[in-house]
């Protein structure tokens, strides 16, 4: 903004109009296709794994539940610089197929978050040996203590 | 069960809730002996953070005794006596690994996920809002403690309940601030707040081999326990300019660490402020030697206007910020402890049962009554 503050009060308003909408362009290209524009691949959801990639990719194979994202997103590993372990990273697959039942997750307002969630419960499993449960709300247990 | 359970701003109440319950492999049950109140509690208290809900327990520091064992724990069983570390950390991510157990990757419940924009740590804490990935707290009969081969320490016999209950988070606090400022032989060092964390601060640096070691404070019972138990040398900043006096006792240099713990809390309406001090955090900054260490300690924060941040720049100071402590250090304090190095109970100036907690909390919030820390037994 800092080059139309200076040009400010000589500007008409198309050319005002023209600036804004050019300014506008890389910031909505940045964001993830998620934000309607069709074009634009999704983010790469990503997260660091500290455990080199064979312990993160046993034989190769992904970890669940990454597994179960199977034909709805891509995967990308590399190491970690300063052996800090493994990048894993994952995002939507443009015209993928999601499983039945995570279609709508993978569409929605954050299509990132299923990817998300799903990378960093492979980072618990590996690094923690289970995915940390929250406690359970009060409702839940007024259900469960009937 | 018996539970201190938030229920609107500046209302806490003893409450039955039910037990809780192993949901991981790597947890266990406490039943709690003691609990304390901390200054990380009084924006809760003062409903500050959205995410509370009523009925969420409060309690991020307590003792107890291990009453059930997932499979997957390895160092505890049933009847063991075990003080529990305030920050929840897995022990197998690479900031755990590091020792850094307050930014552990992998022990708030699913927040991170949800939010990749969320600012704050992702570590778990007890007695703080489960919308927050937090876990219920230790105000109550009974606690879910997960991983914990890594959160729970046992208590070496010699050391009783009472002292041993600080090794939880303010003793080690006190300790990493030392740390993390690098104390060293013969350095001058100031401590803004002269509550439990501030005080084990100056022991600390005491312990660290500093020179002197000033505490800042307005509370007189404070400051005397600070000199009388840990070796600190007072300044009421009501009555003496505490800038000159700094300077004049660190031979015109300044302090060559400051460390803020004043306990940022609720009384800073607009955020930020500390009730006690509100220009501690500036006068540290403004007292500290060129090329110093300012180490702010504390939860919420949140915001803080008119930062002098051109003297930081100026005097090429290095600004560090701690919340809640690292584990690594609890085995090294306890074992003071049991040799009478680093004595505690004196800070539980108010022990209570918990069907008190409600009074216990107004005591410590107006620090009432010479109150520093308010200690409740189920
Ligand atoms: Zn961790």
């Known amino acids: 903004m800092g080059r139309l503050a200076r040009a400010g009060p000589a500007l008409g308003s198309a050319a005002l109009t023209g600036a804004a909408r050019l300014l506008r362009v890389p910031g909505r290209r940045g964001r993830t296709g998620a934000d309607g524009d069709p074009g634009a691949p999704a983010r790469w959801q990503v997260v660091t794994v500290d455990r080199p990639p064979e312990q993160v990719l046993p034989d190769g194979r992904w970890p669940e539940p990454l597994r179960r994202l199977g034909g709805a997103v891509e995967v990308r590993v590399r190491p970690a610089p300063g052996d800090r372990g493994t990048e894993l990273a994952a995002r939507p697959l443009a015209g993928g197929t999601p499983p039945a039942g995570l279609a709508a997750h993978l569409v929605g307002d954050d299509p990132g978050l299923v990817v998300r969630r799903a990378l960093r419960q492979v980072k618990q499993r590996v690094e923690a040996g289970e995915v940390l449960r929250a406690d359970r709300s009060a409702l839940d247990r007024r259900k469960a203590h009937g | 069960m018996r539970a201190l359970c938030w229920v609107a701003a500046d209302e806490v109440a003893v409450r039955e809730v039910p037990d809780p319950e192993l949901r991981n492999e790597r947890d266990v049950i406490v039943r709690v002996r003691r609990s304390t109140t901390c200054g990380g509690d009084l924006p809760l208290l003062a409903g500050?953070?959205?995410?509370?809900?009523?009925?969420?327990?409060?309690?991020?520091?307590?003792?107890?005794?291990?009453?059930?064992v997932g499979p997957a724990v390895r160092r505890h069983r049933t009847g063991d006596r075990v003080v529990v570390g305030a920050s929840v950390a897995c022990g197998g991510c690479w900031y755990c690994r590091q020792g850094l157990h307050s930014c552990c990757d992998n022990s708030s419940a699913?927040?991170?996920?949800?939010?990749?924009?969320?600012?704050?740590?992702?570590?778990?804490?007890?007695?703080?809002?489960?919308?927050?990935?937090?876990?219920?707290?230790?105000?109550?009969?009974?606690?879910?403690?997960?991983?914990?081969?890594?959160?729970?320490?046992?208590?070496?016999?010699?050391?009783?309940?009472?002292?041993?209950?600080?090794?939880?988070?303010?003793?080690?606090?006190?300790?990493?601030?030392?740390?993390?400022?690098?104390?060293?032989?013969?350095d001058v060092v100031a401590v803004w707040g002269a509550g439990a964390v501030g005080q084990l601060t100056a022991w600390a640096a005491v312990r660290r081999g500093a020179a002197q070691v000033l505490v800042v404070d307005r509370y007189e019972e404070r400051l005397r326990m600070a000199e009388w138990y840990f070796g600190a040398e007072p300044l009421d900043y009501r009555r003496t300019d505490v800038a000159a006096e700094l300077r004049e006792r660190s031979g015109g240099r300044g302090p060559d660490v400051c460390v803020v713990a004043v306990g940022w809390s609720a009384a800073g309406r607009f955020g930020g402020r500390s009730a006690d001090h509100p220009d501690a955090l500036r006068e540290a900054v403004y007292a500290c030697r060129k090329s110093g260490v300012v180490v702010v300690l504390g939860g919420s924060a949140g915001f803080v206007d008119a930062f002098p941040l051109g003297t930081v720049t100026d005097r090429r100071l290095t600004l560090r910020g701690a919340r809640r402590p690292d584990l690594r250090d609890v085995p090294m304090l306890l074992d003071r402890m049991a040799r009478d190095e680093l004595r505690t109970e004196q800070l539980a100036t108010h022990r209570l049962p918990l069907e008190d907690g409600p009074h216990g909390y107004a005591l410590f919030r107006d620090r009432a009554d010479g109150c520093v820390r308010a200690v409740f037994t189920p």
Request: glycine share 14%; net charge negative.
């Open chain 2, 48 to 68: 500050r953070d959205p995410l509370l809900r009523a009925g969420d327990v409060l309690g991020a520091e307590f003792l107890g005794e291990v009453i059930e």
């Open chain 2, 110 to 186: 699913d927040l991170a996920s949800a939010d990749p924009d969320r600012k704050g740590s992702d570590a778990g804490g007890f007695g703080r809002p489960r919308a927050a990935g937090g876990f219920a707290g230790g105000h109550a009969d009974y606690v879910r403690v997960p991983y914990a081969d890594v959160v729970a320490f046992p208590v070496p016999e010699a050391v009783d309940d009472d002292r041993a209950l600080f090794a939880a988070d303010a003793a080690p606090a006190g300790w990493s601030a030392a740390e993390v400022g690098a104390v060293r032989p013969g």
